[in-house]
């Protein structure tokens, strides 16, 4: 399934910490050259509205990325298919897991904008 089909708005959460909240699928599928590459490797999960929850299966973009996109000081968004399967196993358990690691690694925005005492109430 792609990343537009889903009800919005979804929670992507990767393993290097990273979580973010997508509004709408116009942002779901606009990514930078850098992420692509990342995230290709080390894959995300993604929850829907609907409570449903995915893997990554692949970032393809759909044009091919020029020199000029990897290299500047902000590299540019490029429209990306963004293809996901259903997780297997427990899907919320996973993402639970997953978005608790998120929010320990202390690199994504939540942990900026939130204090301590009321990031402890996710993490348990």
Not at 2 to 8: H, I
Not at 71 to 77: E, I, K, T
Request: hydrophobic fraction near 45%; glycine fraction near 6%; proline fraction near 8%.
């Amino acid at each position: 399934m792609m990343v537009t089909d889903l009800p919005f708005p979804i929670v992507i959460v990767a393993p290097d910490g990273w979580a973010e909240l997508i509004e709408n699928g116009n942002d779901a599928n606009s990514w930078n050259s850098i992420a692509i590459r990342k995230y290709s490797g080390i894959g995300f999960i993604v929850a829907d509205a609907s409570g449903s929850v995915w893997d990554l299966v692949s970032l393809t973009p759909i044009r091919k990325p020029t020199l000029f996109d990897r290299f500047r000081l902000q590299p540019r968004p490029i429209v990306t298919d963004v293809l996901l399967k259903g997780t297997i196993g427990h899907p919320l358990a996973i993402f639970c897991e997953r978005l608790r690691d998120a929010l320990s690694a202390d690199s994504d925005c939540m942990t900026h904008i939130w204090t301590p005492p009321r990031l402890q109430t996710f993490r348990s």
